[in-house]
């Protein structure tokens, strides 16, 4: 079986010794391509969380969807205090805190992730099922991405908790959050 060129060119694929087809290809992430076909990438904003003590959870998201959810990257500051952030995988239900509006990265569009998604400076009742990731904000007023190529994976009725070790930080900060296989 050959692989020829769809334009009559009489060009065949070329293959490398490890049996892999050479190609000449442009990469797009998978959030970019998300967006682009079914606008369900979102940011999820929040702004001067003041914790109310020290290890108080300001950041939940939980999935109560079919689909799951993704987390891609995160964004955050401390504004006031320098501080250590947690990444949790959390169980329980969670109380104290506000909802938060997911903005569409599709500008127009109403599209929404079936989750719950909210922010408080001391969100209770949940449990910490072991840390994703840490985060140093060392310097305040600094902009620190996490970026992770695995993405955090949420499954239907998973969540994520997001922690502030110092209760004098104040975080801000945006979240990416996808919604998987659209």
Request: proline share 3%; hydrophobic share 40%; no cysteine.
């Amino acid at each position: 079986m050959k692989i020829q060129d769809g334009q009559g060119t009489g060009n065949y694929a070329g293959v490398d010794n490890e049996g892999r087809v050479k190609v000449l290809a442009v990469t797009v992430p998978n959030d970019f391509h998300t967006n682009e076909e079914n606008g369900k990438v979102w940011s999820i904003p929040f702004e001067g969380l003041n914790p109310a003590g020290a290890d108080d959870y300001v950041v939940y998201i939980k999935n109560n969807g079919d689909v799951d959810l993704l987390i891609s990257d995160m964004r955050l500051m401390a504004d006031t205090a320098a501080t250590q952030i947690e990444i949790n995988v959390v169980s329980g239900t969670a109380s104290g805190g506000a909802a938060i509006t997911p903005v569409s990265r599709t500008v127009g569009s109403s599209a929404i992730p079936t989750a719950t998604i909210e922010s408080g400076t001391d969100i209770t009742g949940l449990t910490s099922g072991g840390t994703l990731f840490f985060m140093q904000l060392a310097v305040v007023n600094t902009d620190y991405h996490l970026r992770t190529s695995s993405n955090i994976r949420i499954p239907k009725g998973k969540a994520i908790g997001v922690l502030v070790e110092t209760a004098t930080a104040n975080i801000t900060g945006v979240i990416s959050l996808i919604e998987a296989g659209s």
